[in-house]
T-cell receptor, first 118, second 114 residues
Framework: AQSVTQPDIHITVSEGASLELRCNYS??????LFWYVQSPGQGLQLLLK??????LVQGIKGFEAEFKRSQSSFNLRKPSVHWSDAAEYFC????????????????FGTGTKLQVIP | NAGVTQTPKFRVLKTGQSMTLLCAQD?????MYWYRQDPGMGLRLIHY???????AKGEVPDGYNVSRLKKQNFLLGLESAAPSQTSVYFC?????????????FGDGTRLSIL
């Protein structure tokens, strides 16, 4: 079964500093990988996704993520964090219906809460 | 655009009471999903639907029922609420079930069972 690990439960960075959120996955083949962001009291918003091709993918709000097959990782980065980036971030592995038994199975990590200090 | 709308946003129930959570989407999506979110556990799939009139069990279906009588609506029911069902419930929808189509989420329903 596939799994997603986000080893950092909580991260605090200063505004303007760079950010890297870690995500490791376990799956027999190359999965589809997503990053979502959840602001307080809101639902999940898609930041970016990776399916194939270029291992560095660009997303919204200035975020990017790099897929590293050798490390089974899909880390999220941002060069300069803004106070509005404070939120919870979820990495997700997505399996096709054929691989999951009939539905788009999304396995979420447990999330990383980002705090931004002035 | 409204996207995915969940009602109510908050609710407090007593053990044994019943209630229905409503999810409505205006994107003409075929597929809809109900998740629950608990601290430290991410999101877990309760039930899903691949089209009007269809429903299927997800990973944690016990204690819940669903119905999809209209394409745009997906209802989640709790027949006899239990404290273990205290959670934040999210509805999501997607156009295709292909893996490269992201799910669009509502803002959640915060449910407390006393």
């Amino acid at each position: 079964a596939q799994s997603v690990t986000q080893p950092d439960i909580h991260i605090t960075v200063s505004e303007g500093a760079s950010l890297e959120l870690r995500c490791n996955y376990s799956y027999g083949a190359t999965p589809y990988l997503f990053w979502y962001v959840q602001s307080p009291g809101q639902g999940l918003q898609l930041l970016l996704k990776y399916f194939s091709g270029d291992t560095l993918v660009q997303g919204i709000k200035g975020f990017e993520a790099e897929f590293k097959r050798s490390q089974s990782s899909f880390n999220l980065r941002k060069p300069s964090v803004h106070w509005s980036d404070a939120a919870e971030y979820f990495c997700a592995v997505v399996l096709s219906p054929g691989a999951s038994g009939g539905y788009q199975k999304v396995t979420f990590g447990t999330g990383t809460k980002l705090q931004v200090i002035p | 655009n409204a996207g995915v709308t969940q009602t109510p946003k908050f609710r407090v129930l007593k053990t044994g009471q019943s209630m229905t959570l409503l999810c409505a989407q205006d994107m003409n999506h075929e597929y809809m999903y109900w998740y629950r979110q608990d601290p430290g556990m991410g999101l877990r799939l309760i039930h899903y639907s691949v089209g009007e009139g269809t429903t299927a069990k997800g990973e944690v279906p016990d204690g819940y029922n669903v119905s999809r009588l209209k394409k745009q609506n997906f209802l989640l029911g709790l027949e006899s609420a239990a404290p273990s069902q205290t959670s934040v419930y999210f509805c999501a929808s997607s156009f295709y079930m292909d893996s490269n189509q992201p799910q669009h989420f509502g803002d959640g329903t915060r449910l407390s069972i006393l």
